[in-house]
């Protein structure tokens, strides 16, 4: 291709660059004075741009794809959305975890992140006001149920008003390229449990495996140390100057994980929503099928049934409970009329978008 050809479609480029500003400045402008019409109230609706991501994914033609057009929008919406109130999410630290990395994802890069020591400070620091909203992984397609997550929100104040669903890459990460030179690996418990076939196969049986507080954490104690090795994902090993010594380690390849946002506000339905409920039922025989039964007479479809020890009585449990439908369905209204009726305890953890992958 000559010069004079290339120059053609860069010129083009650079208008059509003019244009895309022009325009992405008056959606801002929009933005703004929604903004100064909604006062001091909500700025953030996870319905709405759940509704806003599908009707990109609907009407893209590409060549850019599904989830390349939503990626730009996202962070469209969260630079507009910057200028009505800039948002601080709380979230398990330090600073390069997988809980930050799915944050950014859903807020965009205009939010602050506020890194914590732990869920539970990430929790408290939404209720007491000094953050916005926590997000906070819930499960793992590999291992399972986030315990703790799960134990906080049944006292919490805080409601579940989105999800994150974050694709997890682990990497052996090392101060320089002698595998040999490892006597210790760190990272946080699941992440060693997601890795454990690989460290089986690929590291001598003397190597000490150490669980952490979080990923970022390992990698820190990793760059510490030339002895020691961490499992931990991309922006770790980028802010801790770390070395992958392998790549995509996890055992099972589609190895996912699920996070929550929680905040002070309840959304609306945005045509497509989950609720999540925790119950506990009476010890009693068939006290079990009188949970289920009233959801699935009202044809409410459940995506996941969790139990978890309820820590007030000697083999009482919780039940965590996911459904599809917004909770102000009448359907899932009615289900729940019932169940409040026959069942010990009932909480609506919240109602939202199903996660936009």
């Known amino acids: 291709m000559s010069e004079e050809q290339l120059k053609v479609h860069r010129d083009a480029i650079d208008a059509i660059d003019a244009q895309v500003l022009a325009l992405l400045n008056q959606r801002a402008q929009h933005a703004r004075t929604i903004g100064e019409i909604k006062g001091s109230g909500v700025v953030y609706r996870p319905e709405r741009e759940a509704q806003v991501l599908t009707r990109i994914r609907e009407i893209n033609q590409g060549p850019l794809s599904d989830e390349a057009a939503a990626k730009l929008f996202r962070e469209v919406m969260s630079a507009c959305l910057a200028l009505e109130r800039p948002l601080t ?41 000094s953050a916005d909203y926590v997000v906070a992984p819930v499960e793992n397609s590999t291992e399972g149920a986030v315990g703790r997550t799960l134990d906080l929100m049944v006292n919490s104040p805080l409601s579940i008003c989105g999800e994150v669903v974050l694709r997890i890459h682990h990497h052996l990460l090392h101060q320089g390229p002698d595998r040999s030179a ?27 495996r150490i ?30 100057g770390l070395l992958k ?34 119950i506990s039922a009476p010890n009693r025989p068939g006290a079990l099928h009188a ?9 409410v479809s459940m995506t996941k049934f969790e139990s978890r020890p309820s820590r007030t009585g000697l083999w009482e449990y919780l039940f965590f409970v996911d459904v599809e439908g917004h909770a102000s369905d009448a ?10 009726g026959t069942a010990a305890f009932v909480k609506v953890l919240g109602a939202y978008p199903v996660a936009v992958l």
Do not use: M
């Open 331 to 340: 359907r899932l209204t009615a289900a729940l009329d019932e169940l409040r």
């Open 89 to 129: 999410i709380a979230f398990l630290g330090p600073e390069g975890t997988f809980s930050q990395a799915a944050a950014i994802k859903h807020f965009g890069h205009a939010a602050s992140t506020q890194a914590c020591a732990s869920i539970d400070d990430a929790f408290r620091a939404v209720e007491s006001r």
């Open 211 to 240: 669980s952490v507080a979080s990923n970022a954490e390992a990698a820190r104690l990793a760059s510490l140390d030339i002895t020691s090795a961490a499992i931990a994902g991309d922006a770790a090993a980028e802010k801790f």
């Open 182 to 208: 490892i006597k210790r690996v760190y990272s946080h418990a699941q992440s060693l449990a997601q890795c454990h076939e690989w460290l089986n196969k690929n590291l001598p049986a003397d190597v000490e």
């Open 291 to 299: 949970l289920i039964e009233p959801l699935a007479r009202h044809g």
């Open 245 to 278: 010594l392998a790549e995509n380690i996890e055992d099972e390849p589609n190895n996912t994980t699920r996070f929550l946002v929680l905040g002070h506000q309840h959304t609306t339905a945005s045509g497509k929503d989950k609720t999540s409920l925790v």
